[in-house]
């Protein structure tokens, strides 16, 4: 069973940065797409940053030039930079998993931003 166990969230003033992480366990973690989705009070669960196992990377436009999405193979683990942050970035982020070949997803628990002065 793959399991996803995010953390870094938290509450940050508008301009500042928070760092998330996401580590695996259950399943080859370099066989797995990875992504970052958010969602916001009253909104879809949108995805925010994905990169594939071979670093393909793509970001939703508004956080372009402001979040960074990386993978450490070695530490299991996928990450979220993201700076300049604004009170439009505030929700629950989510980590995803999908292993190469399969349409199933796996998802973490969530771990709420929120950006407010």
């Known amino acids: 069973q793959v399991q996803l166990v995010e953390s870094g969230g938290g509450l940050v003033q508008p301009g500042g940065s928070l760092r998330l992480s996401c580590v695996v366990s259950?399943?080859?973690?370099?066989?797995?797409?990875m992504g970052w989705y958010r969602q916001a009070p009253g909104k879809q669960r949108e995805l925010v940053a994905g990169?594939?196992?071979?670093?393909?990377?793509d970001y939703v436009e508004s956080v372009k030039g402001r979040f960074t999405i990386s993978r450490d193979n070695a530490k299991n683990t996928v990450y979220l930079q993201m700076n300049s942050l604004k009170p439009e970035d505030t929700a629950v982020y989510y980590c995803?998993?999908?292993?190469?070949?399969?349409?199933?997803?796996?998802w973490g628990q969530g771990t709420q931003v929120t950006v407010s002065s």
């Open positions: 995803s998993a999908r292993p190469e070949f399969s349409s199933r997803y796996y």
């Open positions: 259950g399943s080859i973690f370099s066989s797995l797409r």
């Open positions: 990169i594939s196992t071979g670093g393909t990377i």
